[in-house]
């Protein structure tokens, strides 16, 4: 891989890195100067031909925190690309007929695929990967050679995936894998074999993607193609619109926000150690002065640990967000002497044995909506039902000790809000806070009874985890 030409600004290696360092912080990762020249100093040590190397140095001297890695590793493909162009070491790809204008030959194609997922031959994997972009990748028909906006070729990683089906080959690799064992294969082995062949595939399916990014960045250039590239953070993407995958790693970021957000209250309290003046005492100590205070007195703190009740909505989407939170409060709950913990859909039910210290927590939410009676009738959300069946049978949680805490949309299926209970509960605890998943634009549209809510309690807009934890901590006992 070369670093000059058009790969470099035109300043060079640093401007370049400099442009790369400008991409992470667009993105929602921090660097410093302290880290950019790190990262300067890696290159001035590492050979850049060895790519691995470079991305682990970089990577080493850019990232802080984790939750970053996946971002920095799709901007390194885009502004330090293992070639340009065609790349060099082209695969011969099969056609039909003798001369190179003949159609690509898939099925041979597909062979030479499955020779190499079976053998595990990365580096001819991915000059195949490069091959393929090429043959079949183009957008249009297969092969086509067609063009795109401005008569600049474009490339379609789905067209070539669609086309080649590289995981319909497992059945052949394994049946290959077994004939050279004589078919005496354990169903452990057999497991073991599969779970491979598919990590394989599923890493040639990257590369397809990966190259036809590269070759649309050298045409629309690297920040257009990051726009659409580079997937969010955890901790940037919205609850509301977050799919299975990306809630799972939201749920493993939990622990390491806990300990930040626990770190920045031992931080507070160390700046908040003195109470209120204590003028009894400033005048005692005044009259050794003339009369003049020179030594103010002043209280000591006795912070307490508050209890804490939350009211959770757990019906659809809403879900996601409320397990979150439940989950990073549970993280902190030894910053409260007492959290209890109501689930509600219809109606309200406790399950802070769910959340207790030491439970299990995996398929919790499942649980939750198995086990407790939160459904009176048709299973739609009822707030004002719900915070109704709280205030009955455990209005006394809430008490002058007590914080409460409610987490959900605020969407009352125009249901009556029920804000006179509300407003009950909210005068007798100590503070309480309403944290609103939706985007503060859309509270009061439709059956969203947030803006009647909101002059009753505090709300809060919590769209994504970094919003959350801002808040969290703000609201922590100090």
Request: charged share 25%.
């Amino acid at each position: 891989m070369s670093i000059t030409g058009p790969i470099a600004a035109e300043h060079g290696l640093p401007g370049h890195l400099v442009d790369f360092v400008g991409a992470l912080r667009r993105h929602g990762v921090a660097v410093g100067p302290g880290e950019t020249v790190d990262a300067a100093q890696v290159l001035s040590v590492i050979d850049l031909l060895y790519r691995d190397q470079l991305r682990e140095g970089l990577a080493a001297a850019l990232l802080r925190r984790s939750g970053q890695r996946q971002v920095f590793d799709t901007l390194f493909e885009l502004y330090f690309p293992a070639a340009l162009g065609a790349g060099a070491g082209e695969v011969e790809v099969p056609r039909v007929g003798d001369d190179d204008d003949g159609a690509v030959d898939v099925e041979a194609l597909r062979d030479i695929l499955a020779d190499l997922l079976r053998d595990g031959d990365i580096a001819a994997l991915t000059e195949l990967a490069r091959a393929v972009v090429d043959a079949l990748g183009r957008s249009g028909a297969a092969g086509s050679g067609s063009q795109g906006a401005g008569g600049q070729p474009s490339w379609s990683a789905y067209q070539a995936l669609r086309t080649l089906s590289p995981e319909t080959l497992l059945a052949r690799i394994m049946d290959d894998l077994k004939a050279g064992m004589n078919g005496e294969i354990s169903d452990f082995t057999d497991e073991m074999l599969r779970r491979e062949i598919r990590d394989r595939i599923a890493r040639f399916r990257k590369m397809i993607t990966d190259e036809v990014r590269r070759r649309t960045a050298e045409i629309r250039g690297k920040e257009q193609v990051a726009k659409t590239a580079v997937p969010k953070q955890a901790e940037q993407v919205e609850f509301l619109s977050a799919y299975a995958d990306q809630l799972a790693q939201l749920r493993r970021t939990v622990h390491p926000l806990a300990r930040r957000l626990a770190s920045r209250l031992a931080v507070r309290r160390k700046h908040a150690k003195r109470g209120t003046l204590d003028m009894r005492r400033t005048l005692r100590r005044s009259m050794s002065t003339g009369g003049v205070p020179m030594r103010p007195a002043f209280r000591t703190r006795r912070p307490g640990r508050p209890e804490l009740v939350i009211l959770c909505d757990v019906s659809g989407s809403v879900a996601g967000f409320s397990h979150f939170t439940l989950l990073l409060v549970q993280a902190l709950r030894e910053q409260f002497s007492k959290v209890r913990v109501f689930a509600f859909v219809e109606r309200a039910d406790e399950v802070t044995h769910l959340f207790e210290p030491g439970a299990e927590l995996s398929g919790v939410m499942s649980r939750v909506l198995r086990e407790a009676e939160l459904v009176a009738f048709d299973g739609h959300s009822d707030y004002g039902g719900s915070f109704g069946s709280f205030a009955e049978y455990w209005g006394d949680a809430v008490t002058p000790r007590s914080s409460l805490l409610i987490l959900g949309d605020a969407r009352t299926n125009y249901r009556d809000p029920n804000l006179t209970v509300l407003r009950r509960l909210v005068g007798q605890a100590r503070h309480a806070h309403w944290l609103n998943p939706e985007p503060r634009r859309q509270w009061g549209t439709g059956d969203s009874a947030a803006m009647r809510y909101a002059d009753v309690v505090p709300m809060h807009e919590c769209r994504t985890a970094g919003q959350l934890a801002d808040v969290v901590e703000a609201l922590l006992p100090v």
